[in-house]
């Protein structure tokens, strides 16, 4: 089976190159209303067709967002709604360029995310997913329906995993943020395994089991990779501040080509590795940076090969202008 390349892309930093080496691309985003209407409208769409004629094979789905705090619980609410909205994705399959649609709900059953959700969103959101793969399988065509999906325990347990599956193509299990703002260890945040010593034991390879022991078929499941960084300031000096406790939760950091420009091995930071992660991190004395660079990308992408994972996705195609990342996933998954 081949495997699945997938960029998240959110403007039009595109090359034939880049459609070349991908399988598929996710537009980020188009956003879903409380009425399951859904507003499409994206600067990436009149270009698509250019860009499948550089790739004849690639395929674009529209990656769906919130437009309100409460737009998918509600949805999942009204089965008007659910159906409007199966509606709204065989129109947009139908009459713009796109091959289906993703759903990036953060996340079902989960409050802290800013939303008023409900435990009955776990079934809900099933019956959402049955509507979509419904209303498209009835145009008589194929169409792409997929999910992004949080990259542990609590995803697992508060959706529906093994039905979910049944009416999906895949699943893009965010193994990124695995250290981020719900976490005041720094850490690796896209690790392959766990360290040694890390109390918060998550990583791509655990995640990626989880789904599967959950009933989610192995071909249908994808490894996240991360172009951008995530950083713990005011660390103590110790271990080269990996796995020290951090004032603040980890932010957000430089994008990978900022850290090829600036950060590696240059203005104080220096460059180490974790043989047990898979993962490099950077610190200066006290602030660490954690992130993916070519070889964790690929060490990930032969992790999917060896153990027959769908692929491997990453985000966002913007951050890297030197592509050497998407490269080195190229060249083993080719």
Not at 51 to 78: G, H, I, R
Not at 212 to 226: N, Q, R
Request: net charge negative; aromatic share 12%; hydrophobic share 35%.
């Amino acid at each position: 089976m081949k495997k699945k390349i997938i960029a998240y892309l959110s403007q039009n930093d595109f090359t034939e190159e880049d459609a070349k080496r991908l399988t598929h691309v996710n537009v980020a985003f188009g956003r879903v209303h409380t009425d399951g209407t859904i507003d499409e409208s994206h600067s990436v769409n009149e270009n698509i067709a250019k860009y499948k004629s550089w790739n004849p094979d690639l395929k674009f789905v529209l990656s769906l967002v919130q437009a309100e705090a409460n737009s998918f619980t509600s949805v999942c609410a009204s089965k008007e709604a659910m159906k409007k909205m199966g509606e709204e994705a065989v129109r947009i399959v139908t009459t713009t360029d796109y091959d289906g649609v993703d759903l990036d709900w953060e996340y079902p059953t989960v409050p802290s995310n800013g939303q008023d959700t409900c435990p009955e969103d776990k079934y809900r959101f099933t019956e959402l997913i049955k509507t979509l793969r419904e209303h498209l399988d009835a145009t008589g065509d194929k169409y792409l329906l997929t999910i992004a999906a949080g990259a542990d325990l609590y995803y697992a347990e508060g959706t529906e995993l093994d039905k979910l599956s049944e009416y999906l193509d895949y699943i893009n299990v965010m193994t990124y943020d695995l250290k981020c703002g719900f976490h005041s260890l720094a850490g690796h945040h896209t690790q392959l395994f766990s360290s040694t010593g890390d109390v918060f034991r998550n990583s791509c390879d655990q995640a990626l089991r989880l789904f599967h022991s959950y009933g989610v078929p192995k071909e249908k499941l994808l490894l996240g990779a991360a172009m951008y960084s995530r950083k713990a300031d005011d660390l103590r000096d110790r271990n080269h501040g990996l796995l020290q406790i951090s004032p603040k939760p980890m932010g957000y950091g430089p994008d990978y080509s900022i850290l090829v420009d600036k950060y590696i091995n240059k203005n104080g930071y220096v460059r180490y590795w974790d043989d047990e992660a898979k993962a490099p991190w950077l610190f200066n004395g006290s602030t660490l940076i954690s992130y993916d660079d070519p070889e964790s990308m690929t060490l990930k992408a032969q992790y999917v090969l060896d153990n027959d994972f769908g692929g491997v996705f990453y985000w966002e195609h913007k951050c890297d202008s030197t592509r050497t990342l998407l490269a080195a996933l190229y060249e083993v998954l080719k």
